[in-house]
């Protein structure tokens, strides 16, 4: 099992420009997340999906979309991309929905917007 | 606003030593408390949590403890080894607020233990 797995893991952007960040997870889990961490703060959650086409809004879903047309896949696309979304990007995925079943996480992708 | 505050960005300690992190909360409705610990270029990893009904919860040399009346959990790692340096997240949920897991995550606090 590859777990939770992310592409790119490093990617640099212009301001105005768009890009998808990849992730897919083996694990046959029906929720996945994407949280960005920036530096010295906390995750924070961005996007959340409790199966395949069903997805809500976390803390700060401003500047991202997301879908879910699979149940491994959940890419997250920033369309205009601005210096503020300079952060790390993470995806994770559970097998359900609860405080009680553990979030396993990917690498992450550290994205710079210049 | 930050719900979930870990106040100490760094503990350093000596191998064999006893690691004390600290979390503060604000949110009495938080009602199940985890810490995740991430090492470098890799995403963070459960490590243990506890459910507000209880005060302590072990695994091993992890252990942590929570006063609710204080808002106030800490992780104590006992005795601490280098390989436990790594940053050491806190985060908070709500059971009751629905099916969704979402979590609040603390800043982190970087622990360095050395040999």
């Known amino acids: 099992n590859a777990g939770v797995t992310q592409t790119p893991k490093f990617r640099i952007l212009k301001i105005g420009q768009s890009m998808t960040l990849q992730c897919t997870q083996d694990m046959n889990h029906n929720y996945m997340y994407w949280y960005r961490q920036d530096p010295g703060m906390g995750l924070k959650l961005i996007y959340y999906s409790v199966g395949a086409g069903i997805t809500d809004k976390g803390e700060v879903p401003n500047g991202y979309n997301v879908s879910r047309s699979t149940t491994e896949d959940f890419p997250l696309r920033l369309e205009l991309a601005a210096p503020s979304q300079t952060s790390v990007y993470f995806c994770?995925?559970?097998?359900?929905?609860?405080?009680?079943?553990?979030?396993?996480f990917g690498p992450g992708t550290r994205l710079t917007v210049l | 606003d930050q719900q979930v505050k870990q106040n100490s960005p760094s503990l350093s300690v000596q191998e064999g030593r006893i690691s004390i992190l600290n979390c503060d909360y604000t949110n009495s409705m938080f009602d199940y408390f985890l810490w995740y610990k991430k090492y470098p270029a890799e995403g963070p990893t459960f490590l243990i949590s506890i459910s507000s009904i209880k005060d302590k919860n072990e695994d091993g040399r992890f252990t942590v403890f929570l006063n609710k009346s204080a808002k106030h959990l800490s992780l104590h790692i006992v005795p601490s080894q280098p390989g436990d340096s790594a940053v050491y997240f806190c985060a908070a949920s709500t059971v009751k607020s629905g099916n969704t897991g979402k979590l609040i995550f603390g800043q982190g606090t970087t622990l360095q233990v050395k040999p």
């Open positions: 994770a995925s559970s097998i359900a929905g609860g405080s009680y079943n553990e979030q396993f």
